[in-house]
């Protein structure tokens, strides 16, 4: 039986009727001679899920962190809600691939610093970060130190810290790359839980095809690098909300996962070839 083609996007997400929260135009990252990524394009709709996927080195890592303002553009721009951003960013909230808590503060202590920052009272903020903790099913764990934890329980701090000042934009760096596959799924669907309840702008890298598919409303592909660039969008167009254990069975993920593996794998097999 033939497989049902899933063609890519020729404008980015966001039915053009939906406020752009992020803008990404014309911009190229270098550091000395190296060009890491080039004249790369890509928006964000107000409340859209947008997961990018490329070969170790392409510049993921490097346009997220243009996003946060952690790195400035050799050219081209990078807009959060119409303004541009000029330095670290007050409106997102960064998900980080490695453990990002404080260790010499409790679950709370960690939870509350962003509020901390924003020069929020203390009683509000440990009303505000006592409410997440239980929101993230960490109710009875606010005096617990970092290491008194398990991986998916500090996984639950980061995403309280991440969420609790109600940031426009989130960025997710391989978040859940260091979790076992079951603890995975657990916080994978937890994350699609909270995210559900607001809508925020979500920018996610993976090296997870299937992370992507489950958790976006899109995927973007990066080539090869250097110079890399965006080469493919595709739409998810399954409905929300999802299990992601679940939605690996529908017909039409499979169909979505080959038509991008064939996108992607090409650029993979040149990472490879480039480092031999």
């Known amino acids: 039986m033939a497989l049902a083609v899933v063609k890519p996007m020729s404008v980015p997400i966001g039915e053009q009727t939906k406020h752009r929260m992020v803008a990404i135009d014309a911009v190229t990252m270098s550091f000395g001679s190296y060009v890491a990524v080039q004249d790369v394009n890509l928006t964000v709709a107000d409340g859209e899920f947008l997961a990018i996927v490329g070969p170790t080195g392409c510049g993921k890592s490097t346009v997220l962190n243009a996003i946060a303002g952690l790195l400035k553009p050799a050219s081209g721009t990078v807009t959060i809600d119409g303004t541009a951003v000029k330095g670290v960013q007050n409106d997102i909230g960064y998900l980080f691939q490695q453990d990002a808590l404080l260790p010499w503060k409790t679950s709370i202590e960690n939870v509350e610093l962003g509020l901390l920052f924003k020069g929020v009272s203390r009683p509000e903020r440990r009303e505000r970060s006592m409410n997440w903790l239980a929101k993230v099913g960490l109710k009875g764990f606010e005096d617990r130190y970092p290491h008194q934890l398990s991986g998916g ?5 980061q995403m309280a810290q991440a969420l609790i000042a109600g940031p426009k934009v989130i ?21 699609l839980r909270l995210w559900q309840e607001e809508r925020r702008a979500v920018v996610m890298i993976t090296h997870d095809l299937e992370e992507a598919i489950a958790l976006g409303d899109r995927v973007a592909i990066l080539a090869a690098g250097p110079r890399s ?10 409905e929300r909300p999802r299990d992601v254990a679940e939605i690996k069975l529908d017909p039409r993920f499979m169909d979505l996962y080959r038509n991008i593996w064939a996108s992607l794998r090409g650029e993979v097999e040149k990472s490879y070839e480039r480092r031999d």
Not at 153 to 157: A, E, G, H, I, S
Request: aromatic share 6%; proline share 6%; charged share 30%.
């Open 229 to 238: 660039r965006v080469i493919e969008s595709f739409p998810v167009e399954l």
């Open 171 to 191: 960025l997710m760096d391989e978040p859940f790359s260091a979790l076992d596959i079951h603890t995975r799924h657990l916080m994978q669907n937890e994350l």
């Open 153 to 157: 329980q500090r996984k639950r701090v």
